[in-house]
């Protein structure tokens, strides 16, 4: 199995900013595409931003130059730095990874999402 645990969300006035971070561990052979979505409440899950292991990125046009996704493969980590938060970019964030498992076979996993509140 396999395991995603996000940190650093948390509240912010707007203006501000926070770093996400999420740690893979576990099974785990290699990690392919690791990548943040957000969902508020009342609305569905969105993408917000994916990093391949080759390096490319996408990125939501509604973060497209205040958020930075980064990883570090060495430590099975993803992070997202947030800046120029804005109110409606308040919603629970979850890491997600396509993991080739020790065992065979490639899976998709979700972390328990991190809440990330920004006061106006």
């Known amino acids: 199995q396999v395991q995603l645990v996000e940190s650093g969300g948390g509240l ?3 203006g501000g900013s ?7 561990s576990g099974s785990i052979f290699k990690i392919n595409a690791m ?3 957000r ?6 899950r969105e993408l917000v931003a994916t990093l391949t292991s080759g390096g490319t990125t996408n ?10 996704i980064s990883r570090d493969n060495a430590k099975n980590t993803v992070y ?6 804005k109110p409606e970019d308040s919603a629970a964030y979850y890491c997600n990874a ?13 972390g328990q999402g991190t809440q990330v509140t920004v006061s106006s």
């Open 12 to 14: 912010v006035q707007a």
């Open 18 to 24: 926070l770093r996400l971070s999420c740690a893979a």
């Open 35 to 37: 990548g943040w979505y």
């Open 39 to 44: 969902q508020a409440p009342g609305k569905q």
């Open 59 to 68: 990125y939501a046009d509604f973060v497209k130059g205040r958020f930075t």
């Open 80 to 85: 997202l730095q947030m800046n120029s938060l």
């Open 98 to 110: 396509d993991v080739w498992v020790t065992g065979g076979g490639i899976y998709n996993y979700w």
